[in-house]
């Protein structure tokens, strides 16, 4: 048997593995915050960190795949927006470590958790490229707003600080900058008969 037919039939090749912390479980770390609290924190992060790892491969899905009269303009903010959304991968993920959880860190944990819809995996038109765009973008302001309430009222004052800080604000200046290239503007100057 190969090694990749070993990994596909979940034969462990380094043998016996203990896990040092279960998924889903929160250790004791002195920040001041009932293990409970940090508990729901991690879970509501851990969602948000799967749908924003799913929204920054959607940019750079259509970074890659961007094509017509505004390529460049797109390609580039595309990929502007990629980093900063893998910016806040990492600070969701050290968040939730911090909390003394365990952040997801794999592509098909993310793709088996997140809420984004899947999209194609062929090319499409940059006015749909941009609607999923979009509509990612609302699944994660949503979740952000919302979590970022409950971490409040609990007192998670980091967790809190992080959604609104750095999540929201990021998404919604993304929304600004994306949904801008949607309006109805003729690409060509039509020219006018004189009245």
Known sequence: MSKRQQHRNGVEPYGSVRELQHYGTVVSVPIALDASVRG??????NQVLVD??????????HHWQVSGPTFYQLHLLFDKHFDEQSELV?????RIQSLG???IAMAHDVAEMTLIPRPPRGRDEVPIQIARLLQ??????N???????????AGDDGTNDLLVSDVIRTNERQVWF???HLVDTPLIA???EPA
Do not use: P
């Open 40 to 45: 729901v924190s991690v879970e509501n992060l």
């Open 52 to 61: 924003t790892m799913t929204l920054r491969d959607l940019y750079k899905k």
């Open 90 to 94: 990492d600070g969701i993920a050290e």
């Open 101 to 103: 959880g365990v952040s």
């Open 136 to 141: 990612a973008h609302e699944i994660v302001l």
């Open 143 to 153: 979740e952000a707003r919302a979590m970022a309430r409950k971490a409040a009222e």
């Open 178 to 180: 994306v949904g801008e």
């Open 190 to 192: 039509q020219e006018h």
